[in-house]
């Protein structure tokens, strides 16, 4: 069973910071590629951020270039969303999502194996 646990979420002004962490865990599970993916009331959830395990290169949303970084832990299996300079239209659940799998690519939410719950970020103008 592979778990992705996501924190880091919170309530914070517009122009302010967060950074969220996402942990992937379970039983010989290598991740081929993670990435972070977002849904605002009443939107479809759109692709924020994503990265390769193997070479490592960062791709992120034109809506959130310059602003948002994504970036391999450490630790095995395990990524962070570094987001500035944050916009009340940046307010939505942000999801961790990880896939074993090379097909797709990596702002294709159906090609992911394994998504978090979720963790609530809101930005106050």
């Known amino acids: 069973q592979v778990q992705l646990v996501e924190s880091g979420g919170g309530l914070v002004q517009a122009g302010g910071s967060l950074r969220l962490s996402c942990a992937a865990s379970?039983?010989?599970?290598?991740?081929?590629?993670m990435a972070w993916f977002r849904q605002a009331p009443g939107k479809e959830r759109e692709f924020v951020a994503g990265?390769?395990?193997?070479?490592?290169?960062?791709f992120s949303a034109d809506s959130v270039k310059g602003r948002f970084t994504i970036s391999r832990g450490n630790a095995k299996n395990t990524v962070y969303l570094h987001m500035n300079s944050l916009k009340p239209e940046d307010t939505a659940v942000y999801y961790c999502?990880?896939?074993?799998?090379?097909?797709?690519?990596?702002?294709?939410?159906?090609?992911?194996?394994?998504w978090g719950q979720g963790t609530q970020v809101t930005v106050s103008s």
């Open positions: 999502a990880a896939k074993t799998m090379s097909f797709g690519g990596l702002s294709d939410a159906p090609s992911y194996d394994y």
């Open positions: 379970g039983h010989a599970f290598t991740a081929y590629a």
């Open positions: 990265i390769r395990w193997v070479g490592g290169i960062p």
